[in-house]
């Protein structure tokens, strides 16, 4: 079941700004993780932070958890035209045996 | 080069043939994933197996079939009872089961369509 939604659907940015993009949830999670996905291909992990964690950094990326409101959101700074590309949250949970619920991405196009 | 293998990349089915999706992965990973995803669509559970000789059903289960003889190889089956078959499959594997951290590893895809 889709558990995550993204806000916005797509986002344009020129290169060298920053990109934020946000994740809602429904029910209590033990995870939250972000994928890429390159137009036409798989997904590559980015970043997990646990629900006991309020932020984390990885490189030119952001993230923070708001379990409270039930919501995360990424931040990309400086961004490239090699960040063009989908971004989906991945949210598991002990109810559903830690299964993984994707939302439907956000689309981030990155203008050089 | 460690990683999950899918194939073929494109693959196109006649009315009422089942087709065979494969899913490799060298990673020596217990636990391993099929999702179908659509446009604007996140991606959806089709079927998950966490040991060999054991799958479970996912969310969108009914059309598709799955075996898991070896631990390196998931293959899914498309077969004629699911009406709707074009979509991208993305297949998946991870090496921390169920209280850890589910990090997943993502084939390349296969891009189904119906003739």
């Known amino acids: 079941s889709q558990q995550g939604e993204e806000d916005p659907q797509a986002l344009s940015i020129q290169e060298g700004e920053n990109a934020t993009m946000n994740c809602s949830y429904k029910t209590s999670i033990n995870n939250l993780q972000w994928y890429r996905q390159n137009s036409g291909r798989g997904l590559v992990h980015l970043i997990l932070?646990?629900?006991?964690?309020r932020e984390k950094h990885s490189g030119r990326l952001r993230v923070t958890l708001d379990t409270s409101k039930k919501s995360s959101s990424l931040l990309i700074t400086a961004s490239r035209a090699a960040d063009t590309a989908s971004y989906f949250c991945a949210t598991d949970a002990r109810s559903n045996d830690y299964k993984l619920s994707f939302g439907a991405g956000t689309t981030v196009t990155v203008r050089a | 080069d460690g990683g999950i293998t899918q194939s073929p990349k494109y693959l196109f089915r006649k009315e009422g043939q089942n087709v065979t999706l494969s899913c490799e992965q060298n990673l020596n990973h217990d636990a391993m994933y099929w999702y179908r995803q659509d446009p604007g669509q996140g991606l959806r559970l089709i079927y998950y197996s966490q040991i060999v000789n054991d799958f479970q059903k996912g969310d969108i289960a009914e059309g598709y079939s799955v075996s898991r003889e070896k631990k390196e190889s998931f293959p899914l089956t498309v077969t004629s009872a699911q009406k709707n078959p074009t979509a991208f499959y993305l297949c998946?594997?991870?090496?921390?089961?169920?209280?850890?951290?589910?990090?997943?590893?993502f084939g390349a895809g296969t891009r189904l369509s119906v003739l």
């Open positions: 998946a594997s991870t090496g921390r089961l169920a209280g850890s951290q589910n990090i997943q590893y």
């Open positions: 932070i646990r629900s006991n964690e």
